[in-house]
């Protein structure tokens, strides 16, 4: 059974830093590109970032761009997105989410989502 | 980039209905359009991928059609467990995109 396990959200300041990691395991991690969607509190969805299986590629929103850096451990089946200067419109749950098999950019499994609140 | 347009914005609709919800790209996505299905604090689900091509395990009333700039998601007969809010997203380039959203409300 494929699960995508998020942690490590929480408050924290505007121009402050925080680690996500996303724990995977029921497939085999390294062969699926993955991405980080968030979804603002009653909002809608906005993609953040993408990373191939290798993770030798990524792709950043311009939101983020320059301030987030997506990179993950194939040998730990782990994600990990790392979040600097962060601001108040940040402030979401954020999901990771699996490639489709043979696909790529669509997601068939999501992670229950961690929680980032920024603010002062 | 590439701006996803979902009309309406929510639809109130009684079960055993035809729902229809449309998504417009800003510009030819071919067949890469992809329907989610998201239920008040879940993540979403994945419903159609490739415009038309039904996940495994979603029941055959979802289906969805269009290529190009114009899609539309299709719920045959609305059951109870339907009313939830749908996301279309462009899956053809980068930066991904999504639909603002149709909230599917009982009527």
């Known amino acids: 059974e494929v699960q995508l396990l998020e942690s490590g959200g929480g408050l924290v300041q505007p121009g402050g830093s925080l680690r996500l990691s996303c724990a995977a395991s029921?497939?085999?991690?390294?062969?699926?590109?993955m991405s980080w969607v968030r979804q603002a509190p009653g909002k809608g969805l906005e993609w953040v970032s993408s990373?191939?299986?290798?993770?030798?590629?990524?792709y950043h929103a311009d939101s983020v761009k320059g301030r987030f850096t997506f990179s993950r451990d194939n040998s730990k089946n782990t994600l990990y997105l790392q979040m600097n200067s962060l601001r108040a419109e940040d402030t979401a749950v954020y999901y990771c989410a699996k490639d489709l098999s043979g696909y790529n950019s669509i997601f068939d499994y999501w992670g229950r989502g961690t929680l980032v609140t920024v603010s002062s | 980039d590439i701006q996803m347009t979902q009309s309406p914005s929510s639809v109130s609709a009684s079960v055993g209905d035809r729902v229809t919800i449309t998504c417009r790209a800003s510009q030819g996505i071919s067949s890469w359009l992809v329907w989610y299905q998201q239920k008040p604090g879940k993540a979403p689900k994945l419903l159609i991928f490739?415009?038309?091509s039904l996940q495994s395990g979603v029941p055959s009333r979802f289906s969805g059609s269009g290529s190009g700039t114009d899609f539309t998601l299709t719920i045959s007969s609305l059951q109870p467990e339907d009313f939830a809010t749908y996301y279309c997203?462009?899956?053809?380039?980068?930066?991904?995109?999504f639909g603002g959203g149709t909230k599917v409300e009982i009527k």
């Open positions: 990373i191939s299986g290798t993770g030798t590629s990524t």
């Open positions: 997203q462009q899956a053809n380039s980068f930066p991904l995109t």
């Open positions: 490739a415009a038309s």
């Open positions: 029921g497939f085999s991690f390294s062969s699926y590109g």
